[in-house]
Nanobody, 114 residues
Framework: QVQVVESGGDLVQPGGSLRLTCTAS???????MGWYRQAPGKERELVAR???????EYVEFAKGRFAISRGNNEKTMYLQMNSLKPEDTAVYYC?????????WGQGTQVTVSA
């Protein structure tokens, strides 16, 4: 089964930017993939997803600020996050979008604070 590892999280000031990376153990080119996040005390939620042919969709809070993309190899996916807000503070995860999931990785912590 494909394993995923997230990286790129950091402490950033409001208005700042981060790029998160999802690295898979095998090709994810044929999968719908998504970025998810879980804030303290909240359920994990979808942030954005990308189809095998790179059609992208975003939840409302991510529109205009976040961009999901695939890397040139078939094992990488990115989430570019701009204009970050304190409410974006969460652990961010990548996984297959849809009902079938691979094992969740440990996620990467994004903290937005002055």
């Amino acid at each position: 089964q494909v394993q995923v590892v997230e990286s790129g999280g950091d402490l950033v000031q409001p208005g700042g930017s981060l790029r998160l990376t999802c690295t898979a153990s095998a090709s994810i080119a044929i999968f719908y993939m998504g970025w998810y996040r879980q804030a303290p005390g909240k359920e994990r939620e979808l942030v954005a997803r990308i189809s095998p042919n790179n059609y992208t969709e975003y939840v409302e809070f991510a529109k205009g600020r976040f961009a999901i993309s695939r890397g040139n190899n078939e094992k990488t996916m990115y989430l570019q996050m701009n204009s970050l807000k304190p409410e974006d503070t969460a652990v961010y995860y990548c996984n297959r979008a849809g009902r079938i999931k691979v094992n969740w990785g440990q996620g990467t912590q994004v903290t937005v604070s002055a």
